[in-house]
DNA sequence: CAACGTTTCCAAAACGTTTTGGAAACGTGT
DNA sequence: ACACGTTTCCAAAACGTTTTGGAAACGTTG
């Protein structure tokens, strides 16, 4: 059992405002009483308990996010440090980080709602947005603070971090060009997650630069992981004609794509170029290491743990839209260095 | 302003006590009244504030879960399995999910005590146990619920699942053995992990009993990443007498020990034997496959949360200590497929 | 000495919920 | 008409905290 305000305010003899206030260093209470109050408390081992103090308050000093799981299993190096991002901020300005996981689908926006009106959170991160996202719908009508890790399509009247996905392919894009690659293949993520969208624009259209199409037999979607990419990159290798280059809309697939092409003897970086996109640690020393875009994920999740604070205290976030240039990071899978 | 139940029972004209119970379906309330309390809690979007039925039951119906970073950055796709393990089991049976991220130091328990005493969490899943480990030495003091993925030394009283890590490393000497190697290295994790004492010394043992000593010289103490096995490697294959065979103590390791081996022209299977410890699925698709001992991080991440709901609802989890027998998966990077 | 300002304290209300311990209303059997 | 059981309802207390709006005690000033 716990020690609470009452058990101090016995101990001391003082009423429960007073060692309220004692230990909140009101200046109506005394030194001495001070002292007194903040001794015993420490002699009782005394905690505030946070579900007083939040029903109290009206706020949970808790931020949510909900991880999109896709299928029952879910392992992606790129969410454990962007969780880090998060956690460490969060933690830093005393806030609490409610984690939970939930598929996309029907039950997807309950959960919000759930925990929006409950007031278990003061607000969201929104991770991996779509095209159309009734999440961000949502938060939206109920006036309820978020920030998210993505753009939709539409009016972006909310705030945001994001990648510029566009400009990242582009470099791809260039970069395969002038090593020569003129028949190239893309392993897209769902079409539905908004980034996905950004990176095959970019890429068209870098290509289209050179022009260069890019087909519709060329381009398969992909589900992120690196089963997914092997098996969809060794259908790409198993066609009468071989693509030059795999483009993979993230580094799990271009993983999985070289382990596909290793397989079938081929030499990633000579016989074939393969590109990803995200530059987890895993990229780095890959064999060969992958040559992909880097995006600073850990900064990331601080930045967006900021700008949430920023509104859940009622101020604007400065800044409140922010894109970040992916930066190419030319290793051997492409055949450059 | 979310409705309340005050706003329900005056819409509905009955108090507050029995649109309370209304909802919750009691048979003191008239089939007509729990309808028409139904009916107009729909209408208003009413949720329950969650912050109060917390405090009024003194249950937080959250468990937490504190992740210990080493350092800022946090990669680490085990994890983030684990995490959607716990995630979704606790989900499914109404629990929250409360994530910290804190290295282990000074400011660690005190962590865990806040969150205890705060009435924050109902209790904790301890991860990556370490030989003593003050964490569980607090919890148990404070009768707090908690499991443990990991054992400690001394008296196991408390609930855990774990795998058993001499036997798994047991299995893969036996293999390495039976494939012709006689000079082995170690990658280990940092000692005072548990984990990394029974990884040790189950491996000090398979090589004992075919009559292979494991020289201190022969063990590196690493840090778990895949750019600490990839260094650490390294200097053990630029020293004059290369050992035949790199164990790892997890699966990055073994990934970036592989790296380093490649990066000297070595032909990881044939040159030169690695295995891991974890089955990421990184291990799968890595080139070549990468052999490891696996363990099923989703499940045991779910049977922790069994366990602890047990626990916390004042039974005696059934079992209440689990330990798993990894398997051996034999891929190309130990030279044997 | 009265009026006033300071310092220090505290009772009570409030946050939104659940539970306790009745009580009113109604029918049923005598 | 009465006693009794059922059904249906509700006022009040409680969870632990913070805040509001004083009030008491004391010193200072006119």
Redesign the interface.
């Known amino acids: 059992m716990?020690a609470t305000i009452k058990d101090i305010a016995e101990r001391t003899g003082k009423s429960v405002t007073t060692v309220s206030r004692a230990l909140h260093g009101y200046d109506d209470v005394s030194a001495q009483t001070k002292a007194l109050v903040r001794q015993v408390a420490e002699e009782l081992?005394y905690?505030?308990?946070?579900?007083?103090q939040?029903?109290q308050k009206?706020r949970?000093d808790?931020i949510g996010l909900i991880?999109p799981?896709f299928g029952?299993?879910?392992?992606?190096?790129f969410?454990?440090?962007f969780?880090?991002g998060v956690?460490?901020r969060a933690?830093r300005d005393g806030f609490?980080?409610?984690?939970?996981?939930?598929a996309p689908g029907p039950n997807e926006l309950q959960a919000y709602?759930?925990k929006v009106?409950?007031?278990?959170v003061d607000g969201f991160i929104i991770v991996r947005t779509r095209r159309q996202d009734e999440r961000i719908e949502y938060l939206r009508r109920a006036k309820a603070p978020f920030v998210a890790f993505g753009r939709t399509e539409g009016v972006l009247d909310f705030p945001f971090v994001d990648e510029d996905g566009v400009l990242g392919m582009r470099l791809v894009a260039d970069h395969l060009v002038s090593l020569g690659g003129r028949h190239f293949a893309y392993l897209t993520p769902p079409q539905e997650l908004m980034f996905a969208h950004y990176r095959l624009e970019g890429l068209r259209q870098g290509l289209l630069a050179h022009d260069i199409p890019l087909r519709p037999t060329d381009i398969i979607a992909g589900d992120l992981?690196?089963?997914g990419g092997?098996r969809d990159a060794g259908s790409l290798l198993d066609r009468a004609a071989r693509p030059q280059a795999i483009v993979a809309g993230n580094d799990l697939m271009a993983?999985?794509a070289?382990?596909a092409a290793?397989?079938r003897g081929l030499i990633v970086g000579q016989d074939i170029a393969i590109t990803g996109f995200d530059d987890?640690?895993?990229a780095?020393?890959?064999?060969p290491?992958l040559t992909t875009l880097h995006q600073p994920i850990?900064e990331i999740g601080a930045m967006l743990v900021d700008m949430l604070l920023a509104i859940i205290a009622g101020r604007v976030p400065q800044p409140s839209q922010v894109l970040l240039e992916p930066r190419l990071v030319v290793r051997r899978s492409c055949g450059a260095a």
């Open positions: 716990p081992g905690e505030p308990n946070r579900l007083a939040r029903l009206q949970s808790t991880l799981t029952p299993r879910f392992s992606d190096p969410f454990s440090e969780l880090a956690g460490n933690a609490d980080l409610l984690v939970s996981t939930q709602r759930r009106q409950g007031r278990q992981t690196q089963r092997f993983l999985g070289m382990s290793q397989s987890i640690p895993m780095e020393h890959s064999h290491p850990y």
